[in-house]
Nanobody, 120 residues
Framework: QVQLVESGGGLVQAGGSLKLSCAAS????????MGWFRQAPGKEREFVAA????????SYGNSVKGRFTISKDNAKNTVYLQMNSLDPEDTAIYYC?????????????WGQGTQVTVSS
């Protein structure tokens, strides 16, 4: 059974930083493209970042380019999202997933998400 568990969210002031983690089980990430998405209340799900199986290629949504960094640790079967210069517009539930389409085509595997709230 494939499981994804996101963590690391919280309340942070504008301009602050958070690092999200996504621990996978039941399927290794070593040969998988992985992605982060987010959904704010009343808004559609938005692509945030993607990393290819090798870790050598990344892609970012326009709203987070230059502020967020995606990475992966195959030994820990975990994907990370370093978020800097946070803005209240970044407030959302953040989810990770395996990707079926590059860079923003998610699979049907989703975790419970982790809430990020940025105060002004």
């Amino acid at each position: 059974q494939v499981q994804l568990v996101e963590s690391g969210g919280g309340l942070v002031q504008a301009g602050g930083s958070l690092k999200l983690s996504c621990a996978a089980s039941g399927r290794i990430i070593t040969y998988s493209n992985m992605g982060w998405f987010r959904q704010a209340p009343g808004k559609e799900r938005e692509f945030v970042a993607a990393i290819d199986w090798s870790g050598g290629t990344t892609s970012y949504g326009n709203s987070v380019k230059g502020r967020f960094t995606i990475s992966k640790d195959n030994a820990k079967n975990t994907v990370y999202l370093q978020m800097n210069s946070l803005d209240p517009e970044d407030t959302a539930i953040y989810y990770c997933t395996f990707l079926h389409g590059w860079p923003d085509g998610p699979s049907n595997y989703w975790g419970q998400g982790t809430q990020v709230t940025v105060s002004s």
